[in-house]
């Protein structure tokens, strides 16, 4: 079955970075995008980037441009979301998730996305 796993989560001080990975198994991992969503206690999880199955695209919500990078290493079944002047509103469970076939990268709706990671944790501390 279909597994991702993230993985790079913690507790970091506003202005710091972190670096999330995904690993995926069980799909053809270089034929899907892939994306990041996160979620805040009580607010509706929401997009956060995605990378197109090469790499050669990347989108990201305008809140997070400039800040956030998304890349991926196919080689490794491996998706990374580079987070750099992390602030406290930042704070959320971080998710990865592999796109459902037939969608476009700017389809940013988590209906968008088939297979999802099981989140990992990202506070920001003022």
């Known amino acids: 079955q279909v597994q991702l796993v993230e993985s790079g989560g913690g507790l970091v001080q506003a202005g710091g970075s972190l670096r999330l990975s995904c690993a995926a198994s069980?799909?053809?991992?270089?034929?899907?995008?892939m994306g990041w969503f996160r979620q805040a206690p009580g607010v509706e999880r929401e997009f956060v980037a995605a990378?197109?199955?090469?790499?050669?695209?990347?989108y990201y919500a305008d809140s997070m441009k400039g800040r956030f990078t998304v890349a991926r290493d196919n080689a490794k079944n491996t998706v990374y979301l580079q987070m750099s002047s992390l602030k406290p509103e930042d704070t959320a469970v971080y998710y990865c998730?592999?796109?459902?076939?037939?969608?476009?990268?700017?389809?940013?709706?988590?209906?968008?996305?088939?297979?999802w990671g099981q989140g990992t944790q990202v506070t920001v501390s003022s």
């Open positions: 990378i197109n199955w090469n790499g050669g695209s990347t």
């Open positions: 069980g799909l053809t991992f270089s034929t899907y995008t």
């Open positions: 998730a592999a796109q459902a076939q037939g969608y476009q990268i700017r389809w940013t709706g988590v209906q968008a996305y088939a297979y």
